[in-house]
Nanobody, 126 residues
Framework: QVQLVESGVGLVQAGGSLSLSCATS????????MGWFRHAPGKEREFVAA????????YYPDSVKGRFAISRDNVKNTVYLQMNSLKPEDTAVYYC???????????????????WGQGTQVTVSS
């Protein structure tokens, strides 16, 4: 079955950087749209970034645009999230997600993704 496993060191000071990885198995990785979401206590799960199947195109919400960068390696079956200029409000559990079908638009809602990782905690101290 499809499995997604996130990894990355989770504690950093404000203004610092952090890189997350998400290794996949059990799927044809290059045919999946990949995304990152985050979930902070008391808030809804929030879209953070998405990347198309080839890795050429990416999409971000205004809250992270210019600070976060998503990328993928279709040989290693892995998607990455580079986070720079981190703020305390970036503190959350971060999830990677995979979607099987590309319909010509970006997908920013959790229900639009088919598979999820278990999540990894990111804490940004002030």
């Amino acid at each position: 079955q499809v499995q997604l496993v996130e990894s990355g060191v989770g504690l950093v000071q404000a203004g610092g950087s952090l890189s997350l990885s998400c290794a996949t198995s059990g799927c044809t990785f290059s045919s999946y749209v990949m995304g990152w979401f985050r979930h902070a206590p008391g808030k809804e799960r929030e879209f953070v970034a998405a990347i198309n199947r080839s890795g050429v195109s990416t999409y971000y919400p205004d809250s992270v645009k210019g600070r976060f960068a998503i990328s993928r390696d279709n040989v290693k079956n892995t998607v990455y999230l580079q986070m720079n200029s981190l703020k305390p409000e970036d503190t959350a559990v971060y999830y990677c997600a995979a979607r099987e079908r590309w319909g010509g638009r970006w997908y920013t809602m959790p229900r639009e993704y088919d598979y999820w990782g278990q999540g990894t905690q990111v804490t940004v101290s002030s």
